[in-house]
């Protein structure tokens, strides 16, 4: 449990301090006067001022907050609000854009960290009947080589491989039983019958070791690189699920996530890092959501204005949303933390 704890909080502030950096930053660039830059919520625990910001710990550890003068009204100098258009999209989507650069950071050095690896011969154990894998020639006992040119070195790489194209034709590289190779193309369904995958095959995994993997940094950079742009793609294709497979997203809060991590750091540092990363790939998506009171709400009311060609919403009434918004989103927090809650007592978990 401490472990998780001390975990968690690591995972939680590298999060918070990435995205709120990102305001920051761009905001003292800007010429705007950040008033404080706060890693959690208020009640204050500890602060110092240095210059005209206050930078503080605070009690509650739901995330953090980047204060700056104006952020709605453009009446005071060096507020955020007096900026221009260009400069306040910038600023109010800084936060996310750091959280979509810190996993490139992490994945490198996670890649370049030595980490276990589980190799594996992975056969198809099961073909279904008029599924997109028999039609294109696949057979049971065959053993998957590689997928779209990549090379099959366990279960998992099927399962991300297919899941990356759903949708799309992919070229499977086979070995039969014979011992001849044949490339097949099979269609990636986004909607297979039930208790059928998006190609209809099932695997298994035969002759399974384990080794340890380091990859050279000049491999680990442009490796980040792609993988962050592939989580990227998986998260749409999730998206597009929830409408083409009628099923719900999984709602998960920092109970939840507390729960994950404790999972994830029995695993190494490899695994955490990796695991920090996809967080900071959610928090940079959602954040963009345009709900009152996130950084997609607020960017919304710059876009209005400049739709409006420079007619503004009242700060009053701006501010209003916001605070409603904000309400609304710590109310969703906490049922969803009660489900958490209820889960973690029932023995469930989150990862498969």
């Known amino acids: 449990m401490l472990l998780t704890i001390v975990v968690f909080v690591a995972v939680l502030a590298v999060l918070i301090l990435a995205h709120e950096f990102g305001h920051f930053i761009t905001a003292k660039l800007s010429g705007i006067e950040v008033q404080e830059f706060g890693l959690g919520f208020p009640p204050r625990l500890i602060s110092f001022k240095r210059g ?15 204060k700056m003068l104006g952020e709605e009204d453009p009446t005071f100098p060096r507020s955020l ?13 800084a936060g996310s854009l750091m959280n979509l ?10 890649f370049m960290v030595p980490h276990t690896a589980y190799i594996e011969k992975v056969q198809i154990e099961e ?20 997928i779209n040119g990549r090379t099959i070195q366990n279960r998992q790489d099927v399962s991300y491989l297919v899941q990356l194209n759903l949708g799309s034709d992919v070229r499977f590289l086979l070995q039969k039983t014979d011992n001849t190779q044949k490339e097949v193309v099979v269609h990636a369904r986004w909607s297979p019958p039930q208790g059928e995958g998006a190609t209809g095959i099932k695997i298994k995994g035969v002759d399974t070791t384990t080794t340890t993997e380091s990859t050279p940094f000049w491999k680990a950079i442009p490796d980040s690189f792609v993988h962050c742009w592939e989580i990227l793609v998986l998260f749409k294709n999730e998206v597009i699920g929830w409408f083409t497979k009628n099923t719900a997203p999984i709602l998960t809060g920092p109970i939840g996530i507390v729960q994950v991590t404790g999972e994830v750091a029995k695993s190494g540092l490899a695994s955490i890092l990796e695991f920090t990363a996809l967080l900071s790939i959610n928090l940079a998506i959602i954040n963009l959501f345009p709900f009152p009171g996130l950084d997609g709400g ?17 700060p009053k009434k701006e501010g209003l949303v916001h605070m409603v ?20 007592i029932q023995g469930g978990s989150l990862l498969p």
Do not use: C, H
């Open 127 to 146: 073909v279904n009947i008029g599924s997109p894998a028999q039609l294109a020639g696949v057979s049971a006992g065959d053993t998957l080589l590689q």
């Open 101 to 110: 650069l810190l996993p490139v950071l992490l994945y490198t050095i996670s």
């Open 298 to 314: 607020r960017l919304i009311f710059v876009l209005l204005e400049w739709v409006r060609r420079g007619k503004r919403i009242s």
């Open 81 to 93: 609000a007096s900026k221009s258009i260009p400069i306040r999209i910038l600023v109010l989507a």
């Open 325 to 344: 918004g904000f309400f609304i989103l710590i109310a969703l927090i906490m049922v969803v933390s009660y489900y958490d809650i209820v889960r973690i």
């Open 52 to 66: 005209e910001t206050i930078y503080s710990l605070n009690a509650l550890p739901l995330g953090g907050f980047t």
